[in-house]
């Protein structure tokens, strides 16, 4: 079964930092792509930052330079490191995952974690 459970949201002001910390089960070595999304309040989802099984990294246009996304397999967790917050950064943040390989099975995702509030202050 497949559990992804986000903590390190909160309340910051703007120009501050946080760090979010993803859990994931199995292994986070299972899983092809993981990383984050965010949704503000009547706005869609959008991709934050993920990264691959062999590093690779993609940002949204807007966080880059500021974010930074890692992956602790050894912890089976996934961060996200959020410096030079703005207002505009406030949303709830999920984790996600995508593809969870098994052997030589493969399942297909998208997972997500319930998510976790972040609130930037002006």
């Known amino acids: 079964q497949v559990q992804l459970v986000e903590s390190g949201g909160g309340l910051v002001q703007a120009g501050g930092s946080l760090r979010l910390s993803c859990a994931a089960s199995p292994t986070t070595a299972s899983f092809n792509t993981m990383g984050w999304y965010r949704q503000a309040p009547g706005k869609q989802r959008e991709l934050v930052a993920t990264?691959?099984?062999?590093?690779?990294?993609n940002y949204l246009d807007s966080v880059k330079g500021r974010f930074t996304v890692s992956r602790d397999n050894a912890k089976n967790t996934v961060y996200l490191q959020m410096n030079s917050l703005k207002p505009e950064d406030t949303a709830v943040y999920y984790c996600?995952?995508?593809?969870?390989?098994?052997?030589?099975?493969?399942?297909?995702?998208?997972?997500w974690g319930q998510g976790t509030q972040v609130t930037v202050s002006s």
């Open positions: 990264m691959s099984r062999d590093g690779s990294t």
């Open positions: 996600y995952a995508d593809t969870l390989v098994v052997g030589t099975l493969w399942y297909r995702g998208p997972y």
